[in-house]
Structures are given as structure tokens and as C-alpha cells.
């Protein structure tokens, strides 16, 4: 069983219309929830770290958002720019990260 | 600063051959790691390292050996190449136990015939 599940797999956006990915976990004594950038053929770019229930980050037109069981990626107005993938990864006491499959993101003008 | 760095960015192997995959950091970093990322697998962690001299196995170790000699340096060596090991490698550093953020570097490319 996963313990980082990401949803939806693939996400196709026009330029401006706002959505969401998604990362669940089932891990216990949740230490951090980390989001990356990873672009084609290059490694992954940290964006955040959400430690607690109820914490939010935001960068430019990224959201971050955590609850006990899930994490949302908020992304508003997206340009082609913010096509990638969008990896969720959390770290759980005593362990390394574990990473989810990924979200890939395409946006079209 | 140039952060995490690879060497090579593409290499080809042949079943049974051996060869080191080169990872450097910059930052001073006391945490690093190997992982290999695969269509549809998602990165999957191979070793670690917590600091010179220290290493530990981590999901995917088999066919795999480390060592960390010096802070900065964290080789990773194939010891007879499969093509079960084609995929892309990424090296990762970080700064401490208590700050999870990785800085990756830009990957190594590794295809087996």
C-alpha cells in the first residue's frame, strides 16, 4: 500500500483556470510535508514544508495547504510556466522521504 | 555556490559492467542521499549518508555500494550493472537533521543493455 498517494495523475489546464492537486498519506507521526517542481530532465526544486494541521505557504501563484490526512496544491490563474510535475513527499520520524508518483501539469495558452 | 553536482549527465553500460556515479555538494550539507526515480515508481531512496564516514541503506539498495570519505563527495557504485538498473539517478543534500528540504542535483541518466 502507498503511503503517498498523489491525484490526479495528469491535470491539463488552459492559461488562467484555477485547480488543485492533491497528496494523501497514511504515514503516522508525520514530521513534514514537502512539494517539489521537478521539470523534464532536471532534478526536483524544492517550493515548500509544511510541518502542522492548518499551515499554509504560497509562492507566486502556488498554495500550499495541510490537514491531518492530505495536502493541496493550490494553483490560481496558472500560465504555461507552471507545466511540470509536482511531487509530494513527507518524512516520517525515523525514516528518509517518501516520495508520491507525481502530479504532471500541463497548461496551454 | 553550485549546489548539488553529477557526473555523468548520460551514460551507457553494458550487462555486468561496473562504474561510479559522481555526486559533489558545496553547502556543507551533513545529509546526503541517492535515489532513482522510474516511470511510474515515483524516487525511491538507495543510501544515505549522515555525515564522512556514515551511510545506511535505504528502500532499494541491492546492486548498489557508498561511501562518504569527505563531507562534500558521495559516489555512487554499481558493482555489476543490470538492466533492471536502467533509470535516472538522482543525488540530494541537506543541511540537517531537523530540515528536511533536499537540494537535488540534476540527475544521471543510466541505461543497461
Known amino acids: 500500500e502507498d503511503q503517498v498517494t498523489q491525484s490526479p495523475e495528469a491535470l491539463r489546464l488552459q492559461e488562467g483556470e484555477s485547480s488543485s492537486l492533491n497528496c494523501s498519506y497514511t504515514v503516522s507521526g508525520l514530521r513534514g510535508l514537502f512539494w517539489y517542481r521537478q521539470d523534464p530532465g532536471k532534478g526536483p526544486e524544492f517550493l515548500f514544508t509544511l510541518y502542522s494541521a492548518g499551515e499554509e505557504k504560497e509562492k507566486e501563484r502556488l498554495k500550499a495547504t495541510l490537514t491531518k490526512k492530505e495536502s493541496f496544491l493550490h494553483i490560481t490563474a496558472p500560465k504555461p510556466e507552471d507545466s511540470a510535475t509536482y511531487l509530494c513527499?513527507?518524512?516520517?520520524?525515523?525514516?528518509?522521504?517518501?516520495f508520491g508518483k507525481g502530479t504532471t501539469l500541463s497548461v496551454s495558452s | 555556490n553550485a549546489g548539488v553536482t553529477q557526473t555523468p549527465k548520460f551514460q551507457v553500460l553494458k550487462t555486468g559492467q561496473s562504474m561510479t556515479l559522481q555526486c559533489a555538494q558545496d553547502?556543507?550539507?551533513?545529509?546526503m542521499s541517492w535515489y532513482r526515480q522510474d516511470p511510474g515508481m515515483g524516487l525511491r531512496l538507495i543510501h544515505y549518508s549522515v555525515g564522512a564516514g556514515i551511510t545506511d541503506q535505504g528502500e532499494v539498495p541491492n546492486g548498489y555500494n557508498v561511501s562518504r570519505s569527505t563531507t562534500e563527495d558521495f559516489p555512487l557504485r554499481l558493482l555489476s550493472a543490470a538492466p533492471s538498473q536502467t533509470s535516472v539517478y538522482f543525488c540530494?543534500?541537506?543541511?540537517?537533521?531537523?530540515?528536511?528540504?533536499?537540494?537535488f542535483g540534476p540527475g544521471t541518466r543510466l541505461t543497461v543493455t
Open positions: 513527499a513527507v518524512y516520517q520520524a525515523g525514516t528518509a522521504l517518501i
Open positions: 540530494a543534500s541537506r543541511s540537517s537533521f531537523s530540515s528536511h528540504e533536499q537540494y
Open positions: 553547502m556543507n550539507h551533513e545529509y
